[in-house]
């Protein structure tokens, strides 16, 4: 690990994951200022029988039964007495709150503010989120009676749960938290081969160098509060896994009866997609692998195109998009993270990547009992050093505009993007080059709360935990 960089003034969970199976995010404000510059402060103490300590990105001797972080929203340092010439140092972006944002990412319609239930409908009052990761519930409400004893001037305003499912599977079926930045100072090329180059620590913290020559992200003052920070999109995401898989149904019939679905599949190779699947069934597989850019196992089409499970395996992150790549142009990990794949911007390539923390909540969907429509999603930490740099411009940009490449201008990420039945559309390619669009996808993704925070390094914490004004 470079000298560089100093481990324990991180909090945890940035640039390494913590691989805890339960997390709760705890969504908090700020009603008694001294009480609760106390509270951050004693997050620091040391105590182990006080409030919760905050997790480092310090290496472990003993992996920690429980860790625990925060992030302030701009209304929240505000509340905590962050000094206006301080206050005024930080984006645009992070001050107006991410349901100002809500046209640039996307959030219109069924996902637009005025829907999110209590907490998130009311941002002016939503400060600080608090983060419990454990092994179990009866962990996470043991940590959270810990931190919110009386006193503390904090109220609690909602809490959030999500719990990792086996194989790190997510709702709609596909294995995730695959791909992520790995980092010059931190981790070691031969034990993380991977297809991109490494990211430099600006990408993710604040006072780094970034992906453009010889700039940097413009660090908040003072310089105690601002650097070894970093921003997080905190977001609830609803996925509609019945609309997901019913159209998966639709697209496959369609196929069916497409005159070219030869090219898309050859009788008789179903077995190459999956054990015992019928026509109908191979082929939704398909259409999921392409919507996605990798097969429900994680395996990319961009190495394996014709099957889930090639021989020899193939490494899950060494692949690129070369001019001859088989993973369709607007699938959603090419949009995403367009890798070294020629785009307009090719400036942009590597220079909105993000670290991605998320975990599903609400109960696994059974196909047999569709009737269960308990809310379903993800809870998502999108964590980056420029909000507008990295998390906004991929969302308005590639994920719903479609810019890096005049090939899927005008068409939405397939599985994130603000669709609508009437006009969305998904280019698959088929070996010949041509290509076969389906048509009227539903948006499967609706947004139910969020908010942007700032990642508060150790030192800042201290600091703003020293205030007296």
Known sequence: MSAAFNAADVQGNIVRGYRKSQVRHLVLEVTERNAARRWLAATLSGRPDGIPQITTEEPWETKPVTCFNIGLTYEGLRAVGTPGSSLE????????G??????????????????WPAPFDDPKRLHLIATIYADDVEALNRVQQQALPSGTGLTLLGARDGWNFAGNYVHFGYRDSIAQPKFAEIHDTADFPDGQPMAPLGTVLLGYKTNFEGIFFRVPSPTALGFNGSFNAFRVLAQDVAGFEAYLDQAADELLRHPHVEGVLATGKEATIGTGLTRKAALREIVAANLCGRWRNGVPLALSPDTPNPQPPVAMENFDYSETSTCPYGAHIRRANPRGGKIVQRVANHSRRLIRRGTPYGPLYDPNHPEVTEERGLLGNFIGANLGAQFEAMSCDWLNLGLQDPRVTGSNDPLLGANDPETSWFDMPLKSGETIRLRGLPRFVRTRGGAYTFLPSISAIRYLGALTN
């Open 98 to 115: 991410m349901n100002s944002r809500a046209l640039k990412l996307g959030d219109t319609g069924p996902s637009a503010p005025e829907t």
């Open 89 to 96: 140092t930080f984006p645009t972006e992070f001050i107006e």
